[in-house]
């Protein structure tokens, strides 16, 4: 995903978030609130966190990493754009005890697959521990749907993950769907998003209501 872009301030622009930005902004205004805090997990350069603090104005990002390089750049970022409402980022690996935070609803963009599959338990246990019992979890990224690859560069990349690192890879909805069960979250709504992505809402249903089908 890295490349050579960089924006005035020779901070890193990752063309993958470029592109998908604002189809993701749009969908984001269909699924929240009006307003609230919106903490965003796996945030890398800052490019979504800033451009959803300028479409979303009754929202207040909290953008947030694990890995100390991207930290570095989301720092910078975020203090270079004077936004009010992106808070300093804040060092969330969701594989350990999260920081103090009260968000409104979660975003977490292109982590679940490129990151081993104890991440994807974290990701539902940080939104157990900090979310609202109705607030949502969205998640964003290639997925397999009942098994299969949604498209052939789907597969392809799911490939390269593996190579790259075996405990990666593109992940089945419905194993997500598992985990998130046995967390209390349904799997609310699927948005078909551009290059074969899908927006995915988590949300835990009033108790009794949770299924597993
Ligand atoms: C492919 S990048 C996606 C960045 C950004 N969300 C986007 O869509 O452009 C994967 C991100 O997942 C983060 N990540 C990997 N493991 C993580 C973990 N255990 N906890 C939180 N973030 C993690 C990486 O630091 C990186 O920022």
Redesign the pocket.
Known sequence: ?PSDLTDEHGLPL?P??ERNKQPIADALKVVLPPRGLLLE?????G??ALHFAAELPGWTMQPS???PE?LDTLRRRVALAKQPRVLAPLV????AEPPACEPTAIFC???LH??PWR?CA?LFDVAARLLPPAGPLVTYGPYAVHGEHTAESNARFDASLRERNPEWGVRDVDAVRELALARGFALEATHVMPANNLLLVWRRPPSGELRSS
């Open positions: 995903m990752w993958a978030p997990i796996a945030s890398a350069t490019q979504h990493d694990c890995d991207h969330l690996d969701v594989t963009a292109n982590m490129i990151a991440a974290g």
